[in-house]
């Protein structure tokens, strides 16, 4: 009987991993696993949306692109599932290419990259992007201002970090996006 239990323990294991996304170029497992390998945690499953998770950037020598920060806005609509946690968790990711961007160059003017980025959009994904944007600044706006407003909206999607010390200057990302607007 102890060997049936061993060997059904064994072979979940190997399902566990199997199922985690097991690096093939690993050395393969020992026959005797230990102790702590043989207690997995058990996903739960949630009725929340999944959102990528949300960190803000370390300071490197090359910045990100500003479509890694606006490319997400494009992913959903208003009325979904989860379209204020996303409003929330991508109104952060913009604030937070934007703190790069100023540490970067604090002169930085982010029009001609908000244009060749908008300039490659179909016009379905433009009105999805104005569709969205309304909500984005909002949002954008009171992380910066008054982020207790958002206090249960920020904790649902993963965002911990103090925008308030942009207050005085994220204006001018999210003024640039309102002029494209204008434009176009």
Known sequence: MKKIIVSLAGFALVLALAGCGMDNNQPAATASPSPQATTMPVPVASDQPTLPPHTSMEPRATMAPL????????????????GSLKNVSYAA??????EESQKNDPLADPTKELEEW???LTQE????FWEN????????????????????????????????????????????????????
Request: negative net charge; charged residues 20%.
């Open 93 to 98: 990711g913009l604030l937070d290419w934007w």
């Open 133 to 184: 944007w309304e909500y984005i600044r909002s949002h954008g706006q009171a992380l910066t201002q008054d982020p207790s407003s958002l206090s249960d909206l920020m904790e649902s999607a993963g965002v911990t970090k103090d925008y308030t010390g942009l207050k005085d200057n994220y204006n001018t990302l999210f003024d640039a996006i309102d002029n494209l607007m204008e434009k176009k």
């Open 67 to 82: 479509s890694q920060a606006l490319d997400p806005i494009l992913s959903y609509g208003q009325g979904t599932a989860g």
């Open 118 to 120: 908008y300039g490659g």
């Open 125 to 128: 994904q433009k009105d999805t």
